[in-house]
């Protein structure tokens, strides 16, 4: 069949819903939806589903026949997102499902992501969260994407498609400016130590402590010296990321700059990032063109099978 294109954000083709966060609640309302919509009695356009698995949040995005519907999820690991997808809806099975996972980035790390999801759709593939959020920010033009919620990452991409990344090296090595660092350092300043004990042996240990970042910004908006010193530590330490990949891929002044996460949603947070790399390097900061879910969604719907279920 004739594809046609898929647009984000069109009158009557977008469909916006909350979920509950039961078990498989999301994605199976999702499946229901997606084949009301498409449902012509003919056979039905094939379905695509991009991930973007979090390190607190799964948001989902399913694309068929110009429909995009959304949900939201609570985090979930990569081996049990099998049994949370149907194999099968009203509309038949998935085409094609795209993944982007944390610590993602080797062929065999790819390989290995990809077959504890064997089953899941016709066609499945994983690629690393913050690729996919490049892509969809930047809308694959070239730049450089400044991405923090729970971790941080800056990863870039010049004109010939050349990717260069820095951090990302998780919570034990790195995640400097992100959510987690900021409530790891205001534990460290504040904590007594019963409590950083506590914190520090629960099992969600990370997202528990990453909790604490809007504590620490809001405290840090009404004047607390500490706050702030470790507020604008963190905006520092994710402009020198960004200026490491500027430099190693030769992007030319002003780079084209965009952001992503949960973190760099707080707009008085992404600011002082940015004073603090216009101090460095010319840059022009955009708004994401696209989430990552949406950009993953996308290239699963380019690399559906044809024709298929």
Not at 235 to 253: F, K, N, S, T, Y
Not at 258 to 284: D, E, K, M, N, T
């Amino acid at each position: 069949m004739t594809r046609r294109s898929m647009p984000c954000a069109t009158p009557g083709s977008l469909l916006r819903r909350r979920f509950p966060t039961s078990a498989a609640g999301p994605c199976a309302r999702i499946m229901t939806t997606l084949s009301a919509m498409s449902h012509t009695g003919q056979r039905p356009a094939p379905l695509a589903v991009g991930i973007d698995l979090g390190g607190t949040w799964l948001r989902l995005v399913a694309l068929r026949d110009g429909h995009v519907v959304r949900g939201a999820h609570r985090a979930i690991p990569l081996s049990k997102l099998s049994k949370f997808l149907p194999t099968r809806s009203g509309g038949g099975r998935i085409a094609s499902l795209v993944v982007a996972s944390r610590g993602v980035w080797t062929p065999a790390e790819r390989r290995a992501a990809r077959r504890r999801l064997r089953g899941a759709a016709a066609r499945v593939e994983v690629i690393s969260d913050a690729e996919a959020a490049l892509l969809g920010a930047l809308d694959a033009q070239p730049g450089v994407l400044v991405l923090a919620g729970t971790g941080s990452i800056v990863l870039g991409r010049d004109a010939g498609g050349r990717l260069a990344r820095a951090g990302g090296l998780g919570p034990l090595l790195g995640d400097e400016g992100s959510a987690f660092w900021l409530g790891r350092e205001w534990l460290r300043v504040t904590a007594t130590t019963a409590r950083a004990r506590a914190l520090a042996r629960h099992p969600d240990a990370v997202a528990r402590v990453a909790a604490l970042a809007p504590r620490v910004l809001a405290r840090a908006r009404r004047g607390d010296r500490r706050a702030r010193a470790i507020v604008a530590a963190g905006q520092a330490e994710l402009a020198a990321l960004a200026v490491d990949v500027i430099r190693r891929l030769g992007l030319r002044a002003p780079v084209r700059v965009s952001w992503s996460g949960g973190l760099l949603g707080h707009a008085w947070y992404r600011a002082g990032v940015q004073r603090a790399l216009a101090r460095r390097i010319a840059c022009r900061w955009t708004a994401p063109a696209a989430d990552a879910a949406l950009a993953a969604a996308r290239l699963a719907a380019r690399r559906a099978p044809r024709g298929g279920r």
